[in-house]
């Protein structure tokens, strides 16, 4: 059964192997070379000018600006998402009206057709999302969606220019980037609470526990790990935004830069308003480093005791 | 045996103290409880299922009943905008573009990504583990970060603004999911089955495909899934490497293209029209397979 063990295995790694060497590593290793160059794209020689590059980002108030704007969406983002999924999801499974011998918690009436719901924007790319909340917040009365709905209710005064205004834009995309993706944590968490045993629950409703209790100290203590995955694929979807800002902002970032992010400034320098592809680099190592921040930061501060069930 | 006994015993238990206690509960917390949820699962569902039905709806009304009385349902079916996003605006042509390339990619990604994955779990071999991080290590680093580089290793290879240039580029990067699950799937299969097709010798690489990869069905489904409809949604990876003519384009580039263009044209309901038509395919094989794709797409995160 040995012979010709290592030709299979060569065989069958090289070309995976090769294609991930050409286009995930080499463009990764060259990103640290080209942020060090004053390299622009159009003259193939480029010039080492070492740390330049972070110096101008340092002190380039709108890197900061995108940088800060990336910071509040990873802080605001995940934990209203993960809150509303874990809600909904314990909604689905716990809040059942009793019926005759079923067991002690039951999950609601149509808990599957929630979810089958709750999971469509998670199914549609992000650039239909982007574009259909574009139209919802048109900023004219009578026009959008929200705003007419607004109107018809008595509410005309809060009729916003949603993403026009510089102090609701980031609010507004933020939003959507929720309604986008709680569908997929009402699932992954009704999964991991379908599996906690409900002689756990059964015991503690019997010791006098409230509904409240259960949820603070069952559900969440069991599903930690799940909550703690769930908090760094948010994390992921926060730190790029790209395509929600990209495709709703005014003028990629607007109004006046009120919802630039990191991603999208890099892009733009490299690929629309200028070719200062070393700048572009450099932004994009800061980005690799808070995004490492962030992952050993959720790993120092989210370690609790497993239990095991 | 026994602690199955004692573990029915202990069920039963559970369940009569139950309905003793059921009585208590019934009238109080638990009715209350459970008019709020359905309230607040409503509500929800509205505000998900509203905005996308508002799309296909409008995608049936003219401009003025649009911009004018944006909740109004279309008077009379108007396909013509459909029609009119089909081919004047190109959206055929996206579609055809992006079920060519997640064709080819898909299929890539997952022949590749399983043999990888195959070698790396049952096989011993000096770097193993160091080519298996090196694999998954590519989950943890955003896409972002190597655009500027990404662009420029394609412009040399003369692969910028091309289809197959487009397809290599999705399979390596799905790569790292993909190994990283079917690894830990091929774990869990049987070795004595693929030990049985080599003594009756069969080669190594013929017991992979004709014995292992029908046994991995279930796991690539799932990761299949994952890998369709990742790539169908793709985005920035198709915006910058892919910015050739518009007859070239994917669908998300030329959707998020026809928003802008439509801020010029004023041509609503030909935005809508293209909207529905995108999301209306997605939506339905969803709505087919929807266990499948939510097993699929949460099994990253259970495992």
Known sequence: MRHGKYRFIIGFLAAPLAMYAVFVISPFIQAFQISMTDWSGLTPDM???????????????????????????LL?????????????????????????????????RGAGLYKVVYFFPQVLSITIVAVLWQQIYNPDPSDGLLNSLLGAIG???????????PNLALICIMAVMVWCSVGFYVVLFSAGMSSIPSD?????????????????????????????????????????AFAYVQIMSVQNGGPDDATQVVPLLLWKTAFR???????????????????????????????RERVEF | MTTDTVRVEK???????ATRTKRRWRASEGGVLNVFSHAFLILWALMVGVPLLWAVWSSFKTDSQILGSPWSLPTNLHFENWARAWTKANIGQYFLNTFVVVGFSTVGTMVLGSMAAYVLARFEFPGNRFVYFLFVGGMAFPVIMVLVPLFFVLRNMQLL???????????????????????????????????????????????????MLPMAKPGLISVGIFNILGQWNQYLLPLVLNQGETKQWVLTQGLADLAVQQGYKGDWSGLFAGLTIAMLPVLVVYAVFQRQVQAGLTAGALK
């Not at chain 2, 069920?11 to 103290?17: D, K, L, P």
């Open chain 1, 47 to 73: 010039n080492f000018i070492g740390l330049e590059n972070y110096d101008k980002l340092v002190h380039n108030d709108l890197f900061w600006q995108a940088l800060w704007h990336n910071v509040i969406i």
């Open chain 1, 76 to 108: 605001v983002v995940p934990v209203v998402t993960l809150g509303l999924g874990l809600f909904f999801a314990f909604m689905l499974n716990v809040g059942g009206r009793r019926r005759k011998g079923a067991a002690a918690v039951t999950g609601v």
């Open chain 1, 155 to 165: 509410l005309g005064s809060l009729q916003q220019s949603w993403l026009g205004d």
């Open chain 1, 200 to 240: 756990i629950y059964e015991a503690a409703l019997l010791d006098g526990a409230t509904r409240g209790a259960t949820f603070f100290r069952i559900t969440l203590p069991l599903l930690w790990d799940t909550v703690q995955t769930g908090w760094v694929y948010m994390g992921i979807i926060c730190m790029d």
């Open chain 1, 273 to 303: 308003e200028s070719s200062q592809y070393g700048l572009a680099a450099a932004m994009g190592i800061a980005m690799l480093i808070v995004t490492m921040v962030f992952a050993v930061l959720t790993l120092r501060f989210s370690r």
């Open chain 2, 11 to 17: 069920a039963a238990a559970g369940q009569r103290q």
């Open chain 2, 161 to 211: 603004n091309t289809v197959p240039g487009l397809v290599l580029v999705y399979i390596a990067y799905s790569l790292p999911f993909t190994v990283f699950f079917m690894t830990a799937f091929f774990r869990t299969l049987p070795t004595s089955v693929a030990e049985a097709a080599l003594i009756d010798g069969a080669s190594h690489s013929r017991a992979f495909f004709q014995v």
